[in-house]
């Protein structure tokens, strides 16, 4: 199943390039009371609406997928936790790169564990990514996401894959410098997650992924999650040792060799093997003043 969430927090069910909009199945998520339960409330019903949204989808209108403006998939995620440096080759060009480390040391998974960046700066491929700092350089990196479904706290590794609700192409955005990743990985659409959740009944193994990256049709980024330092199962594994993941949770499983500058103008067109492509734009930032309700 491929789900999408899309204009104005249309849900649908994603088959070959159409939608099915089966928007009303969200009236079956069941309510709760404040405190609300931490997490995004349509995936953690997801085990028991799967059936509905099939059924609905055969009934549902229909649109092409390229007329609509996605959304991030998750809405609510309660963290997007990612790995720093999880592919050996990015590992050696960052140390190889002033541009890129700042004159920092650059560290293993091992040594660094993992970070957080903020839920806010999450965004569908329709929404693109805002440059913030136009003196600043701005990074694309594209890794494979995996989504929480239920829950779970000291997860042993042969059960991992029972709290996986499904896959996604995520970009960690990264301004370089020497600041905390925290910040430079957070910043309002710096984390892109799309086109649709992919579940894992639809993967053959996380751990077989190829995936690239260009920009403008200029080939970057493109590698094999085999080339992964820690695993699927060992990232999630690691998570759940500290953190206790919540339905819909994002982990970023780190990119490989060729991250680079994007600016305003670009296009990033993104690609990862049984997960599907996107196209996410590069814009000069909005003037915003907005309360947001
Ligand atoms: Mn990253």
Known sequence: MRLVRYDDNR??????????DVSSVVDRIPASKWPHPPGDALIAALPEL???IEEMADQAPTIPLGEVTLLSPVASPSKIIAAPVNYMLHLEEARGDAAINYGMPVKTIDELGLFLKSPSSLVGAGEGVERHFPDRRIDHEIE?????GRGGYQIPAERVFDHVAGYCIGLDMSVRGTEDRSWRKSLNSFTVLGPALVTPDEIDDPDALSFRLEVNGEPRQASNT??????VARLIAYAAATYTLHPGDIILTGTP???????????MHCFIDQ???MDVSVTEPAVHHAAVA
């Open 11 to 20: 849900l649908g069910l994603l088959k070959e390039q159409h939608i099915h």
């Open 226 to 231: 085999q080339h992964l330092v820690f695993n």
């Open 50 to 52: 799967r059936a509905d």
């Open 275 to 277: 997960l599907g492509t």
């Open 257 to 267: 060799e060729g991250v680079g500058p994007v600016v305003p103008g670009d296009v």
């Open 144 to 148: 494979l996401a995996v989504i929480i």
